[in-house]
């Protein structure tokens, strides 16, 4: 297992290994995408060396496909099981009622299915994922279809918000699914999450926001003080 570097990795890792130990027999599970994610995935190819049998797991990027194979994971799809028992994975921002802002990896639109696909959606994050309100701290992540880039960012500026087109290696970003990512800072965050994901979804060419509203259903949080569980 990769050794943590700082007190943020080992919470991260807390969080993977306690979501991992939720995971039970005959289980199929989503995995999800990022560094909290990549814990998860490793401490369940722990649990499967040590006897864990689960049906499949169903990778949410191709980053974890890669690294859950690696690991020697049984992994499935969405065509063979549909409903996923559990999806687990990690996020940008988390508010009290347990509404996400994901996709700083750029892996948000499989993310989304996989954890709609999911009868239980765990997050697992460290202590500086918590906010009070959405927005301040992350710009809201939205994957467009890339020959919509200029007017679908028009009717986004129309909504308030600040737009960048994300890049790597100075090219724009392509995800899994072969769109680019807008970044979308909100200024004055976003107190209404639900009314701005509709109205970011009436854009056409719109794929698919990082918000994820009414989709969690619990948190574990690695830090400090331990694992937190919200709610038990
Ligand atoms: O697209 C990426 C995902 O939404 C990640 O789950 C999210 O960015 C959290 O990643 P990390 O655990 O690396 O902070």
Redesign the pocket.
């Known amino acids: 297992m990769t050794s943590p570097r700082s007190p943020q990795d080992t919470w ?1 890792q807390m969080a993977g290994v306690a979501a991992a130990n939720l995971i039970q027999e005959g289980m199929v599970v989503g995995l ?7 814990y998860l995935v490793q401490a369940l190819s722990q649990r499967i060396q040590q006897g864990l049998q689960i049906v499949g797991a169903v990778p ?2 191709q980053a974890t496909y890669d690294l859950a194979a690696s690991l020697n994971i049984p992994l499935t799809d969405l065509d063979i099981h549909p409903e996923l028992d559990m999806y687990i ?4 921002e988390i508010d009290p009622q347990l509404r ?9 639109l499989r ?1 989304k299915i996989l954890a709609s696909a999911a009868r239980r959606f765990v997050v ?3 202590p500086s ?1 918590k906010v009070t309100q959405l927005g301040h701290r992350f710009p809201l ?1 939205v994957e467009i279809v890339p020959l919509a880039k200029t007017p679908i960012k028009l009717k986004l500026s129309k909504l308030g918000a600040q737009v960048e087109l994300r890049h790597r290696d100075n090219i724009p970003f392509i995800t899994d699914n072969h769109n680019y990512i807008f970044d979308c800072t909100f200024p004055q965050g976003i107190s209404n999450p639900a009314e701005v994901d509709a109205q970011i979804h009436s854009i056409v060419g719109v794929v698919e926001t ?1 918000l994820f509203l009414n989709l969690a259903q619990q948190v574990v949080i690695g830090g400090p003080e331990g694992v937190q569980i919200f709610p038990q």
Do not use: M, Q, R, V
Request: glycine share 24%.
């Open positions: 991260k999800g995408t990022g560094s909290t994610a990549a949410s990027s994975d990690g996020a940008d996400l802002i994901k996709g700083a990896g750029g892996a948000l993310e697992i994050a460290d994922k992540p990082g």
